[in-house]
Structure formats: structure tokens, C-alpha cells
């Protein structure tokens, strides 16, 4: 049973719920508008599209991608690249208009650095999207502010306890709050959280994630001029999306 066909609790109004992305060749449901101030949002489950994705890959993806791709020795993270790299590229060219092997990606400048590496854009375009994956997942987010998304399966309690100085201090009193089973998945939340909004200034982890604090509760604290959600995702995973309010400009960590 793949994860689209595990039945879902029912999702609780504080999370956006994102649309499962249909296997080729089907086609995609009618767009949304981004500028409506909530991005876009779409689910790809390894499972559904592994073997659509391997088969179309080498007719959409750029050799760089393809590259990167047979670097994965795990079969299991190869077939999840291609699938959340098929799925971004069949999203975008739906947006644009173009067939999805025509879609150019490129990289904004560093905000610390200004150097190439920043968050993906689209050269030309005023459409901003972001692509996280972890093992059988994918999420895919689209709007006209920047926007970054990250989804992860919710950590064993060893890696919990490894991980706990890259929270804020609140958060981590948070933490310590909760009982010892409710900790990995509120941990969970904390980091995609962050790593969502982090992805959304284009510094990713080169920034200290314990500086920014977005809380460990149902409800995010989302950093001045952002919009934060957390995201529906299959039992395991936690998600986050983050997008840049209207007129807030570059807000950012000082």
C-alpha cells in the first residue's frame, strides 16, 4: 500500500492540505491562482510515480539533475529525486505554459555570500517555488512571494537527543515540556518549520537555525514579514511551508 492509500486522520483546519500530484500521463488538476496570497501545494508519493518518473526523467531533466541522480547508492532515494524532480518540473511548465523539459531553473545569489547558491528561481519569471524530499516523499510549493517548504519523517528519539542544541531556547524548554513520546514528532515540527523559512530566504542551513524561533506547538510562530503553516502530511512526517508577506520586501534575520 503506497502512502496516498494509507487512510489519513482527519486534518485539523490549522494545516494546509496539499493536492497529490497524479502519475504521468495523467494530467494536472486545474492551476490555483499563487497570487492569491497561499501557495500552492502538491504531494508526491515515491510509490505513485517511480516508475512513470524513471521512464521520463531522461525527457525532462537536464544532465546535472540526471547526474546527481545515479549518485544516490540507495535505490530507494534515486527513485525519490527523480520523482520530486519530475514532479517540479511537469508543476512549472504547467504554470508557464511550456512543455516541462523547457523549464529553465536557476539560482539566485546568496544572501550572506552573493554568491550563485541561493534559492531556485525561474530566470525571467515572477513565479517562486520550492522542492524538499525525504525517503518515499516529496512536496512541491508554488507562489508569487518567495516561498520555501521542507518535509522529514519524524526522528528517533537518538537523533532527538543529538539535534536538541539547534533549536531556539524557548523551543527547547518547549521540548523538555512535552513527554518523552510527544517529543520527536513536536521536534519535527520545530525543524521543518525552520528549514521551510530558511529555505524561503535562500540561506538554507548556512544560517544557525537556533536563532529564529518558530515554536514548538500546534500553532507556528512565523518571523516578522513571513507567512508559516504547517503542512498535511501521510502519519510519520512533519511539514512546513513558509511564504513572504506581501510588501514585507527581504525581511529576513538581521
Wanted: with cysteine.
Amino acid at each position: 500500500m503506497s502512502l496516498l492509500e494509507t487512510a489519513p486522520p482527519p486534518v485539523p483546519d490549522s494545516l494546509l492540505l496539499p493536492t497529490a500530484l497524479p502519475p504521468l500521463p495523467a494530467a494536472l488538476p486545474p492551476l490555483t491562482d499563487p497570487g492569491s496570497g497561499r501557495p500552492q501545494l502538491w504531494l508526491v508519493a515515491t510509490a505513485a510515480h517511480e516508475e512513470t518518473a524513471a521512464r521520463y526523467a531522461p525527457l525532462v531533466l537536464g544532465p546535472s539533475e540526471l547526474a546527481r541522480a545515479e549518485e544516490f547508492r540507495r535505490p530507494t532515494d534515486r527513485a525519490t529525486y527523480l520523482c520530486a524532480h519530475v514532479g517540479l518540473r511537469r508543476v512549472l511548465g504547467n504554470h508557464l505554459g511550456v512543455a516541462p523539459r523547457a523549464v529553465s531553473v536557476a539560482r539566485a545569489p546568496c544572501p550572506c555570500c552573493g554568491e550563485p547558491h541561493g534559492r531556485p528561481v525561474l530566470p525571467g519569471e515572477p513565479l517562486h517555488f520550492s522542492l524538499s524530499h525525504c525517503e518515499g516523499l516529496s512536496l512541491i510549493a508554488v507562489a508569487a512571494a518567495p516561498v520555501g517548504v521542507d518535509v522529514e519523517p519524524v526522528p528517533n528519539p537518538q537523533t532527538l537527543v543529538e539535534a536538541a542544541d539547534v533549536v531556539h531556547p524557548m523551543e527547547a524548554a518547549e521540548l523538555v515540556s512535552l513527554t518523552t513520546a510527544l517529543r520527536p514528532a513536536a521536534f519535527a515540527r520545530v525543524w521543518t518549520r525552520k528549514e521551510a523559512y530558511l529555505k524561503g530566504l535562500g540561506i538554507g542551513l548556512g544560517a544557525d537555525p537556533s536563532t529564529e524561533y518558530v515554536g514548538a506547538g500546534a500553532a507556528p510562530a512565523a518571523p516578522a514579514g513571513w507567512l508559516l503553516a504547517d503542512i498535511a502530511v501521510p502519519p510519520g512526517h512533519r511539514a512546513a511551508v513558509a511564504v513572504l508577506r506581501e510588501g514585507a520586501g527581504g525581511a529576513g534575520p538581521d
